[in-house]
């Protein structure tokens, strides 16, 4: 890769023999849901110390399943964090429920632990913790919190496939586990999503709420008696995930080294806002930064651009977005959340990435903050 070529803030690492097991598929004459389906969703369980799992369409049809497999809708109130991909307060509306958001701690940028029980009422029937670019929410203190009040809890795991928490796998323990497959996620199905399911649900169920609440019987009848949806992962997806899920730990041994580069290349002077240190549970999914309060963000993006570096914006505050003020968020709400969402920037980090380029992003930051 020469130093003049763009270098984006992520690009998925397909390799050739997932290409060919791609157009394997197209030959097949199966495109959708099938075999390949099967054995990622088997893979997948693997990966999960045997838990059931099913895949679907993407990490919001997941995300929105489980809150209807969970029994959540008009009248109940979710808990989650303001700082996350939409996706995660929008299928709480979708179910017809209340997001109930707490404002984040700054160190870890995810939900703050300490300010959960305050927002508990009788209405509120569960949690969605989010692991903001791979680092996972602290599961002893979430699920002791869940436990005491009797709240199921839907782990949004979107960015944290991966990641572990006390040496065990997020997705292999806990209740409701839901990851994403999107293109920029750690391993990736183009589009896609994966539900790992408690004890208490039965597969069967879950995979009618994929797919138009149906089934089919032996004798070639059929019946529909839950109300689902299209959700359903095509055998094409599922091709490149089984690809890809070969190499989630070598992708992420890269992520790894590529986020210590940047915390010794990074310049200490700069007085950028570094993320948490965590090299035992985090997948790396993203390396954010917050910017001084006195550079504009947009002027900055704008100029890494001009230097070829691409920088991304995961996420603004979303009760600041149109649709969750009309809902009566407003600013000031979560001072937190609201200031990280202000300055945070998402810097190029990739398994493609060279070591060079961390040197190459670190150099143009300074250079950029500098002239300013
Ligand atoms: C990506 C993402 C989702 C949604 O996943 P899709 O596959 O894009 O539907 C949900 N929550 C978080 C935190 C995400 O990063």
Same mark, same amino acid.
């Given at each position: 890769m020469g130093s003049a070529e763009f270098l984006p803030f992520t690009r998925p690492s397909i390799d050739e023999t997932t290409i060919a097991d791609v157009v394997a598929v197209l030959r097949s004459g199966w495109l959708t849901s099938g075999p390949r389906v099967q054995a990622l969703e088997a893979a997948l369980s693997t990966y999960c110390g045997g838990r059931p799992v099913r895949v679907f369409s993407s990490g919001s049809s997941t995300l929105e399943i489980a809150l209807r497999l969970a029994g959540v809708g008009p009248g109940d109130e979710v808990i989650t964090t303001p700082?996350?991909?939409v996706a995660t307060t929008n299928v709480i509306l979708e179910v017809g429920a209340t997001p109930v958001l707490v404002d984040i701690d700054p160190a870890t940028r995810n939900i703050d632990l300490d300010r959960i029980e305050a927002a508990i009422t009788s209405s509120t029937k569960s949690i969605i913790p989010v692991d903001l670019? *791979?680092?996972?929410?602290d599961r002893d203190r979430l699920y002791a919190i869940a436990g005491r009040h009797k709240l199921r809890v839907i782990e949004d795991a979107a960015q944290s496939f991966g990641s572990r928490w006390r040496g065990k796998p997020? *997705?292999?323990? *806990?209740d409701f586990v839901s990851f994403s497959f999107h293109a920029n996620k750690n391993i990736t199905t183009g589009e896609g999503g994966a539900l790992v399911l408690p004890a208490d649900v039965d597969p069967a169920l879950c995979e009618r709420m994929r797919l138009q609440g149906f089934q089919r019987f032996s004798d070639g009848g059929m019946d529909v008696d839950v109300l689902g949806g299209k959700f359903n992962l095509t055998d094409i997806a599922a091709a490149i995930g089984l690809g890809q899920l070969k190499r989630l730990a070598e992708f992420i041994e890269r992520r790894r080294h590529l986020a210590r580069l940047y915390f010794s290349t990074l310049d200490p002077l700069l007085d950028l806002g570094l993320p948490l240190a965590d090299f035992e549970n985090s997948n790396w999914h993203m390396f954010q930064v917050t910017l001084p309060k006195e550079v504009n963000r947009g002027n900055f993006i704008a100029a890494m651009k001009g230097r070829g570096i691409g920088i991304g914006v995961h996420y603004p505050a979303l009760h600041l977005f149109t649709l969750y003020r009309k809902l009566g968020f407003k600013e000031g709400d979560f001072p937190h959340a609201e200031r990280v969402g202000r300055e945070t920037i998402t810097l190029p980090l990739f398994? *493609?990435?060279?070591?060079?380029d961390v040197a190459r992003v670190c150099l143009a930051i300074t250079e950029v903050i500098k002239q300013k």
């Open positions: 700082l996350t991909w670019a *791979g680092l996972p929410v997020i *997705g292999s323990f *806990g398994p *493609g990435m060279a070591d060079t």
